[in-house]
């Protein structure tokens, strides 16, 4: 976890999907709401329970008394308090609620997004309008509200990042939007909120919030995408590589191309472009080291059971020409 | 109506060919006697309670630490649909039907319900629902796609096999036995009153089950029409929910059931809690046409909030907005009936039996619940929470801390009349207690995982700072609560043979089925007296003081 942001501060605030430590204005305004009605539905709270202590101290059978009180069978006046009350409450809440929908639910207003995601089982595509393609990270610069368009391939899903706001689904046949505007550069760690299959829980996604500048040099390196190493290793992973069926579905440029041409790769799984640079490996099921890569080219489906890269059974050395062949880094 | 009812026992005359139908087996397999009815459905409850139980401990096991396996994903995504479907379909929905067929008849001094054959009818194929769903687990896997089946994920494309067969078919047999039931009672509760019982004069629970069966005729139509469109979508290829057609209908389809379903349980806690505490606090209810008022409210309002469960879909902000007022507004009548409550207590004599401390923690866990639960209705605050273990906890604050807190009271006070023994008070307070603290071991820390960014349904988890450690407390607290539901078999188990005798009124009630022996006799009651206002046996111990003479007290 080197390289994270926390926002110091309390225990609950030092977990890294905390929404306790709110990073962004949209989460901020929520964060402040939820403290603000948590604290008078607390109160409430506080009452009900002072009032049954009370009631349990003063009436209470004592032994011996057998005798009934005499009947009482309401109060108008009282009845009429207490609905008033938890009425005003409601319609303070409502009035509060309208500015906070408003600010992190801001419409897109036509236009155009920034950053594309499409979340798959269970994995999510980045998509950059000058067609870098990306898996699993967005990367984004600060300082300004970046809008996300968000889509799905297949089954219903929900991109959340919570230090940065709001969760929102991603719905077959139709594109949802987020605004997304975190305060310092950092690295946010989010999921796939909407249960979606087999390893919804293994569908994580982060957040990588750079200053223009670093954002701007990733995202041409992105265009430029590494080739592969000239070492024999590399080589003989390449052709492993092509004679398996991988680029029917993951993305690999291994020519110097034309940079525009990335976004009609095929985008069943992760483009593996730049593989190196992504955090994690299997949508956040293991830190992405050479090592880690190799133990999810021997076996995937011992890393993330159920995912829907297929094991090929390679032996090691085929492993470990496939790895060298794969770990690229632009840095 | 009510000069159709004769003065004693009354009723539909089905059943008198059967009363006598001996003892054994048969006697229960052939009944159409609305007290065994009822208690078929409560011990269906009871063992389908246990069969929940146990996928939740399976789940909680798998959950105890990071990155654990001892469950393939595929296994926990089954038991946690299973574990949901179950406690809202099998548990929850049953023992409501159970405590509704046993307690109305003799609450409201009639001999059956209206229509003995179809009440019948209507457990056995609930019953033949339940065990459908259940044969999915030997039928290749079962269903995997959550209790609310979200299409696409819920369509062959993305789950093949049979379980979401079985969990359509089976849950629409339930919810045709759901929908016969309500019916019964409703016109149980219009047309068999006893001799001058007016509809304004009904026990608290008895109104409580005639507001949740009219939302039962209401909500389950729109669950049954979705399951078979989802049926005629999965082996049929029609295109209602999947991407030639719009998976957010089966959201609304689901949820315009969904939600008044949550009103359809907690109406009949609502109305037990309603009953016992009056009685344990020596008290009439305090503003009975204002909590009786409330149910009403509650039961429309139910119906325009559905889409509070689908605030992160997409909604426009319009929606969003109304739907989230709408939503807050249930607090209203809700909160009406809490203070109600508490005020039947204040100034009472209060006996402090099992019964009772499961109403007071009722009181407070439910409460706890509907705070949490505002968060839901703030649009904002619902995109945080929503889909994480702050739900989670939520509603099992409402589900368990509410319904089950009641139902657990509803059980020691009704107990004696059920079986003619006392539970063991004793047993009673290790039940509550164990259960207080396991079930608030369990969920109140996953409030604090949700907040901490912890999703639902997920088979594990990463490593993240105190994920481990709260999850841990959860499962240690889930095996608390397992035991004292153990304790709580225990006691029937050995007050049903040596419980002290109870006799007919052991607490002292005011209401009907009080005047009945403890069991009652095949016919109910020999014979009822006039009715003239809310309380007739405390009219009868306290002519001087009888409700009917005061002006609000009839
Ligand atoms: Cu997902």
Known sequence: ?331 | MTDLTLDGPVGSDATHEHEDGGEGLLSWVSTVDHKKVGLMYIFTALFFLVVGGVEALLMRIQLAVPNNHFLSPQMYDQLFTMHGTTMIFLVAMVLVNGFGNYLIPLMIGACDVAFPRLNAFGYWITLFGGIMLNYSFLAGGAPSAGWFAYAPLSLPAYNTGTGMDYWTLGLLMTGIGTVTAALNLIVTILTLRARGMRITQVPLFVWMMLITSLLVIFALPALNAGLVMLFVDRRMHGMFFGSHGSPVLWQHFFWIFGHPEVYILVLPAFGMISEIIPVMSRKPIFGYNFVAASTVAIGFLSFGVWAHHMFAVGLWNSALITFGASSMLIAVPTGVKLFNWVATMHGGRIRMNTAMLFCIGFLVQFTFGGVTGMTFAIVPLDWATTDTYFVVAHFHYTIIGGIVFAMMAGAYYWFPKMSGRMLSERLGRWNFWLMVIGFNGTFFVQHILGLLGMPRRVASYPNLPMWGTLNMISTVGAFVFGFSVLVFVGNVLYSVFYGEVAGDNPWDAWTLEWLATSPPAAHNFERVPYVRSRRPLWDAKNPELADWRHPEGG
């Open chain 1, 1 to 331: 976890m080197t390289g994270r942001i926390f926002t110091a501060g309390s225990l609950l605030g030092g977990v890294p999907t905390s929404l306790f430590s709110p990073a962004s204005p949209q989460a901020r305004s929520v964060y402040d709401l939820f403290m603000l009605t948590s604290g008078v539905m607390l109160a409430i709270m506080f009452f009900l329970c002072a009032w049954i202590v009370y009631i349990l101290v003063h009436y209470r059978a004592r032994p011996g008394e057998t005798e009934d009180p005499v009947p009482v069978y309401g109060n108008k006046k009282l009845e009429i308090i207490w609905t008033l009350i938890p009425l005003a409450i409601v319609t303070v809440f409502t009035i509060l609620m309208v500015p906070t929908i408003f600010k992190t639910h801001a419409e897109p207003d036509g236009r155009a997004p920034d950053i594309t995601v499409i979340a798959h089982q269970w994995w999510w595509e980045v998509r950059y309008p000058d067609g870098v393609v990306t898996a699993n990270e967005v990367h984004l610069p600060v300082g300004r509200p970046v809008l996300l368009a968000l889509r799905t391939a297949d089954v219903i899903h929900d991109f959340w990042v919570p230090r940065l706001g709001p969760k929102q689904d991603m719905l077959p046949g139709q594109t949802n939007y987020l605004w997304l505007q975190p305060d310092h550069p950092g690295i946010y760690d989010g999921t796939c909120a909407e249960y979606c299959g087999t390893d919804h829980g293994w569908m994580r996604i982060r957040v990588i919030a750079q200053t223009q500048a670093d954002f701007d040099s990733w995202e041409t390196a992105q265009l430029h995408p590494q080739m592969p190493d000239s070492s024999a290793l590399a080589q003989e992973g390449g052709q492993i590589f092509t004679r398996s069926t991988c680029t029917n579905c993951h993305a690999l440029v291994d020519a110097p191309k034309v940079a525009a041409n990335l976004a009609h790769h095929v985008t069943i799984a992760p483009s593996l472009n730049d593989l190196g640079d992504r955090e994690t490996l299997g949508a956040g099921t293991l830190d992405n080291s050479p090592e880690n890569l190799a133990k999810w080219l021997k076996d995937p489906q011992a890393c993330k059971p159920g995912s829907n890269m297929p094991d090929f059974h390679f032996s090691d050395e085929e492993v470990r020409a496939l790895t060298a062949y794969l770990w690229r880094k632009s840095h």
